[in-house]
């Protein structure tokens, strides 16, 4: 079945530490995102790619980093930077061809990952 | 600046009492408004794309309807698997232009 992949589902950070968080999709789709997710917040975006070798900061980009080298994979490096990444972690994948085609675009989500720094 | 207010932010009901949820919007030149369902530690899971003033769809106990101002999300005789977080999100402007994501109603529903 087609879909997106996130890895890990749990993660425990030290402060001062840089961790990786994987999104991995089959759904042949060219656009994918990065949210972040806070206890009675919105979804807020951090970064997000129309296509490999190239990516846009979102609202919250500061202390993150993205790469976008193939079009499967989008991983998120969360940096000593970030000042509070305790949260929890959501990609998601969009065709381009549907967006063009309906005029708005449909995301599909992964399962999530939960970042916690101890 | 695009703008989703939700309301209210959680909603408790009883087994079969039917209710509405609120999205409210601000959005230049609309593209589509979108209802997400969200169970606790899981991703949203896409429920209806609304894209004009008028249009409604629903699925199975769940109505969606679209005004110039504001969506309601009517749940009909709910069960207690309904119990989510339902979010609401607008996508306007042109080109590949990024969703709005409200901050969600939390709905309970007790057997």
């Known amino acids: 079945d087609g879909g997106i992949t996130q890895s890990p589902k749990y993660l425990f950070r030290k402060e001062g530490q840089n961790v990786t968080l994987s999104c991995e999709q089959n759904?042949?789709?060219?656009?994918m995102y990065w949210y972040r997710q806070d206890p009675g917040q919105g979804l807020r975006l951090i970064y997000y790619?129309?296509?490999?070798?190239?990516?846009q900061k979102g609202d919250i980009a500061e202390g993150y980093s993205v790469s976008r080298e193939k079009k499967e994979s989008f991983p998120l490096t969360v940096t000593s930077a970030q000042k509070n990444p305790t949260a929890f972690y959501l990609c998601?994948?969009?065709?381009?061809?549907?967006?063009?085609?309906?005029?708005?675009?449909?995301?599909?989500f992964g399962a999530g990952s939960r970042l916690t720094v101890l | 600046e695009d703008q989703v207010t939700q309301s209210p932010e959680a909603l408790r009901l009883q087994e079969g009492e039917s209710s509405s949820l609120n999205c409210s919007y601000t959005?230049?030149?609309?593209?589509?408004l979108f209802w997400y369902r969200q169970d606790p530690g899981k991703g949203p899971e896409f429920l209806f794309t609304?894209?004009?003033a008028g249009e409604e769809k629903e699925k199975e106990r769940l109505k969606a309807t679209l005004t110039k101002k504001e969506s309601f999300l009517h749940i009909t005789a709910p069960k207690p698997e309904d119990s989510a977080t339902y979010l609401c999100?607008?996508?306007?402007?042109?080109?590949?232009?990024?969703?709005?994501f409200g901050k969600g109603t939390m709905l309970l529903v007790s057997p």
């Open positions: 790619s129309q296509i490999v070798n190239d990516f």
């Open positions: 999100a607008v996508q306007g402007g042109s080109g590949y232009s990024t969703l709005t």
């Open positions: 998601a994948s969009i065709s381009r061809t549907g967006a063009l085609s309906s005029g708005a675009n449909v995301l599909t």
């Open positions: 759904l042949n789709h060219d656009a």
């Open positions: 959005v230049s030149g609309l593209r589509g």
């Open positions: 609304l894209y004009s």
